[in-house]
């Protein structure tokens, strides 16, 4: 069916993880096998999410991003020049900690808990984003009326400009923004062609470009 239903209705963010899913996850880092059982497991619960959603008569279903570490980092397993680093790692190599600390407490991180995809080398602007998503959606929807999400080039581009190694690979950020465009364009004109019919693009942070301070050259401010 292509045709949607007037004010129809869909979700927005990510669905919790099970504390399975998360352990296998944690155990699948550098382990083949461990990776397939946390493949299969993420396909087994994102099936209930989806069919949770239809119960509910949620027009337009999500994945619910189980699959994703969260709905930005998630871009460092999927593509070459892009590495995940923790906030500790990122503190370590900043020249600017003051301003860095200050700004995790404004973010509401000041534990550290987070990880945040760092550019450290050329980005592949061929890489796919979302492609196992969308095959599952195919699966488990019943028809093409499902949505995919991927985050916006603005949120990419600031959280993965770290000065201090991405000027390694690029000459400032706004060089690393043309790169992570073409890098989403692309996704975009793959998932068109796959048949997706409803594209999210998340952008929950542009309005700091109001506030931004003049001359900020780093992640997070």
Known sequence: MDKFPAFCTTLIGSMPRSPELLELKRQSVGDAAKQAEYKAKAFEET??????QKAAGIDVPVCGELLRDNFVSFVAEKVDGISL????EILEITANSDEFKESLNQMDASDNSMSNPICTGRIDTDARLAD???????????????KITIPSPYILTRSMWLKEVSQNAYSDRKELGADVVKLLLNEVEQLIASGVKVIQIDEPIVSEVVFQKPGGDNSFY
Not at 132 to 146: A, H, I, L
Request: proline share 0%; glycine share 4%; net charge negative.
């Open 132 to 146: 196992e998503e969308v095959e599952m959606m195919k699966e488990f929807s019943g028809d093409n009326r499902y």
């Open 85 to 88: 680093m923790s906030m500790d």
């Open 47 to 52: 099936k209930k999410v989806v069919e949770l």
